[in-house]
């Protein structure tokens, strides 16, 4: 399996290098895939390869192998995410200048591999002044307390309802680093939501995570008004995720000729970005030329994983390829910014970010005067009014709170919250039909969720995606759909509400706690 050069050395952790009692020591940290190591080759520094009795490699806290013992295990796990500490026992001075580190060895399923990269050696660091952690194993129970009693000793405070949990730490790796405990946030439900989808069918039972009064109530109520007209359609009609590289040329002409290579190339390129996953699928690449910089937004499908760190991965390994076999590029960089990656723009409500959702129904003017005491036209024309306010202030949402909703869902099911940034954006258009009933729907451009793999799989995270039946593979359109149908009754809640006059009195009511 050919692995880019540029993707290789990501092997090393850089800043690693440093000074020990019995000479030097790196780390290599597995970013590819889960692999076995079937021979360890040869270490060197700067050209020279080191004698074999001089390197010793560390497999966790306890088990540590000569160069020997290493290749005569035969095959070593080196799974994604794991940890191997290489230490040569050679005196070197802590210097700022750069060495030049290289390894060798041959590993399933990549075959013989070798890689060089520059770094200085540095003091090792004491960790009586830095936050306690193993490289090996830091989610065990005894390095846990540790930083915990760090903490509390720092601060003259104490660790109390953060530090009881119902979770494995082991199972936290990848998703937290120094773990001391958790957060705990109120858990309300609110439903049932009856959703006419493709994926999501049935009536609902949602968790909101939140500790804003009124929220759970508010969407409880615009689902109980939305059953009573048959419920909610909910439809994801466009799935994307990003990564956005850009190129640098010496002139404007260079920069057009290789966005034009880039379209020729693509299936190249996407042969090699697709190797690195079995979920994501490189659908087409983007390129918007500035100045002397070509602007590339790769675009994938990516599962039922929310897919940043996959799609950075592929398009890591893609643009390897490319800078192997294109001349004239004079500088690089994974990201541009043009993903805009955790962060709102035009871009993402045009073209889309993560699943883009609709979800529509038509509400019968008796069951919102009986049950909301508001006429559709107030709704349509309070509507109509703020659509000038939202103009006015450049906001990219022209609805109420979808935020909100989201948010709390968010929350509740292990999402990466961050992602609220590009899910707030919405559409929300409204019109009145013949009979007088209003017909209500709302396009989120951007919602980025998951349902295997980051924070899905945590404890209470997974329970809430399994009360929903929304864990696992194949289930991210089903749960996208739901998240359409929950902000959408949010929507017309609080639209109610606003058009009734009777927002303030409810959270008067229900949402105060002093």
């Given amino acids: 399996m050919f692995v880019p050069s540029m993707l290789l050395k990501q092997l090393y952790t850089h800043g690693s290098l440093c000074s020990t009692s019995k000479g030097i020591k790196f780390m290599l940290k597995n970013r590819l895939k889960d692999a076995k190591i079937q021979s360890l080759n040869w270490i060197s520094l700067d050209g020279k390869q080191i004698d074999?009795?001089?390197?010793?490699?560390?497999?966790?806290?306890?088990?540590?192998l000569s160069f020997a013992e290493f290749n005569q295990k035969g095959e070593v796990t080196f799974d994604l995410k794991q940890v191997i500490t290489v230490h040569l026992h050679v005196k070197e001075p802590v210097n700022p200048e750069k060495r030049k580190v290289g390894v060798s060895f041959k590993a399933s399923p990549f075959g013989k591999l070798k890689f060089e990269v520059q770094d200085n050696v540095s003091?090792?660091?004491?960790?009586?002044?830095?936050?306690?952690?193993?490289?090996?194993?830091?989610?065990?129970?005894?390095?846990?307390?540790?930083?915990?009693?760090?903490?509390?000793?720092?601060?003259?405070?104490?660790?109390?309802?953060?530090?009881?949990?119902?979770?494995?730490?082991?199972?936290?790796?990848?998703?937290?680093?120094?773990?001391?405990?958790?957060?705990?946030?109120?858990?309300?439900?609110?439903?049932?939501?009856?959703?006419?989808?493709?994926?999501?069918?049935?009536?609902?039972?949602?968790?909101?995570?939140?500790?804003?009064?009124?929220?759970?109530?508010?969407?409880?109520?615009?689902?109980?008004?939305?059953?009573?007209?048959?419920?909610?359609?909910?439809t994801v009609v466009d799935d994307a995720m990003q990564r956005a590289p850009v190129f640098v040329f010496s002139d404007a002409r260079g920069a057009r000729d290789f966005a034009k290579w880039v379209q020729e190339n693509i299936a190249t390129i996407r042969e090699h970005a697709e190797a690195t996953s079995s979920v994501a699928k490189l659908t087409y690449i983007d390129h918007i030329l500035s100045n002397k910089f070509?602007?590339?937004?790769?675009?994938?499908?990516?599962?039922?994983a929310a897919g940043q760190n996959m799609?950075?991965?592929?398009?890591?390994?893609?643009?390897?390829?490319?800078?192997?076999?294109?001349?004239?590029?004079?500088?690089?960089?994974?990201?541009?910014?043009?993903?805009?990656?955790?962060?709102?723009?035009?871009?993402?409500?045009?073209?889309?970010?993560?699943?883009?959702?609709?979800?529509?129904?038509?509400?019968?003017?008796?069951?919102?005067?009986?049950?909301?005491?508001?006429?559709?036209?107030?709704?349509?024309?309070?509507?109509?009014?703020?659509?000038?306010?939202?103009?006015?202030?450049?906001?990219?949402?022209?609805?109420?709170?979808?935020?909100?909703?989201?948010?709390?869902?968010?929350?509740?099911?292990?999402?990466?919250?961050?992602?609220?940034?590009?899910?707030?954006?919405?559409?929300?258009?409204?019109?009145?039909t013949e009979e007088g009933d209003l017909y209500l729907s709302l396009t989120i451009p951007s919602l980025i969720v998951a349902t295997y793999g980051g924070g899905t799989g945590i404890g209470t995270q997974r329970e809430c995606l399994e009360l929903m039946d929304c864990y696992g593979r194949g289930k991210a359109y089903k749960f996208a759909e739901i998240v359409g149908a929950v902000a959408l009754a949010g929507e017309i809640s609080l639209a109610s509400a606003i058009s009734s006059s009777d927002w303030v009195s409810s959270h008067e009511q229900y949402g105060r706690n002093r």
């Fill in 123 to 234: 003091a090792e660091t004491s960790n009586e002044t830095h936050i306690p952690r193993s490289s090996h194993n830091d989610y065990e129970e005894g390095i846990i307390s540790e930083r915990q009693k760090y903490f509390e000793n720092l601060t003259n405070g104490k660790v109390n309802h953060v530090g009881k949990y119902s979770i494995d730490p082991q199972d936290l790796k990848g998703n937290i680093e120094h773990f001391i405990g958790v957060a705990q946030v109120p858990i309300g439900i609110a439903g049932p939501l009856i959703i006419d989808g493709e994926h999501a069918k049935g009536e609902f039972v949602v968790p909101l995570a939140t500790t804003e009064g009124t929220l759970v109530a508010s969407y409880n109520r615009g689902m109980k008004l939305l059953n009573m007209s048959g419920g909610v359609k909910s």
């Fill in 311 to 432: 799609v950075g991965r592929a398009t890591f390994a893609a643009c390897g390829w490319i800078l192997d076999h294109y001349k004239g590029i004079e500088n690089f960089y994974l990201e541009s910014n043009f993903a805009t990656d955790k962060k709102a723009s035009q871009i993402n409500i045009m073209r889309t970010r993560g699943k883009r959702v609709t979800a529509e129904a038509t509400i019968k003017r008796e069951h919102l005067l009986s049950v909301m005491r508001v006429d559709p036209k107030q709704i349509d024309y309070h509507g109509r009014v703020a659509s000038v306010g939202s103009f006015l202030s450049g906001v990219n949402n022209t609805g109420l709170h979808s935020p909100n909703g989201i948010t709390a869902m968010f929350i509740a099911t292990g999402q990466d919250v961050a992602n609220v940034s590009e899910s707030s954006a919405g559409m929300l258009y409204s019109e009145l």
């Fill in 52 to 64: 074999e009795d001089k390197i010793y490699l560390q497999l966790s806290p306890d088990e540590i």
């Fill in 294 to 304: 070509t602007f590339l937004r790769f675009n994938y499908k990516t599962g039922d």
